[in-house]
């Protein structure tokens, strides 16, 4: 097992976390609908909507450190904050319309048809889940998802969170979380899995979320 270190995201690592996960999920068949063909344009894309959504996000995502450097990133919204406050919009809308106008568009869409779907009731929301792409399969996404499951079982409230990737449901599922519902977006088959708690409300976990930009 490699050595890790995984603790909540600083401010100051926000710009090397967003090229991590935008590295890591340039290849999601969403993504390539949204943003185009070429690696490189949706790696950019990625980026600079992933740097404006970790510096509004409710909570800092966890972030997985090998020899100092971040190989994985780990998101969640608390309860009853996956839907960014009305503050933080123009920052990721600037961020989305820079990438162009068809792109912004199918952003548009994309986003819209996951949010339709979230559940009603109160649930964190997950996500991103992403590794850098040289060291995917060794683990490090599991240990991120296990840090973050003590939390969510020590708050005592159900998960939620979407993939458009088939083999990230086996995944997830090894992870407590079930398929909820199937939906074509864009063209492109999606998966919306939920996870609901292991232990009782109100348990101590051994990592808490902080605001984002605080340690």
Not at 133 to 148: D, P, Y
Not at 168 to 179: D, E, K, L, P
């Amino acid at each position: 097992m490699i050595e890790l270190e995984i603790r909540p995201m600083r401010a100051n690592e926000r710009i090397e976390a967003a090229g991590v996960a935008a590295r890591a999920m340039r290849d999601n068949p969403i993504h390539v609908v949204v943003f185009g063909p070429d690696p490189a344009r949706r790696v950019a894309a990625l980026d600079r909507i992933f740097r404006a959504l970790f510096r509004v996000a409710p909570a800092a995502p966890l972030i997985a450190l090998r020899a100092g450097f971040i190989v994985g990133v780990c998101g969640a919204a608390p309860p009853g904050t996956c839907r960014l406050a009305v503050p933080a919009w123009p920052r990721v809308l600037i961020a989305m319309a820079r990438n162009g106008l068809g792109p912004f568009r199918r952003t548009l869409h994309w986003l819209e048809a996951w949010s339709q779907r979230d559940p009603a009731e109160s649930h964190w929301h997950v996500g991103p889940v992403a590794v850098d792409g040289g060291l995917q399969g060794l683990g490090i996404g599991s240990r991120m998802l296990a840090a973050l499951e003590t939390t969510l079982d020590a708050d005592g409230e159900p998960a939620w969170l979407e993939t458009d990737k088939p083999e990230n449901t086996v995944f997830y599922q090894r992870a407590g979380f079930t398929i909820s519902a199937e939906a074509e977006i864009l063209g492109t088959r999606c998966w919306f899995l939920t996870r609901h708690p292991r232990q009782e409300r109100g348990r101590v976990g051994n990592v808490n979320f902080s605001p984002t930009g605080k340690s």
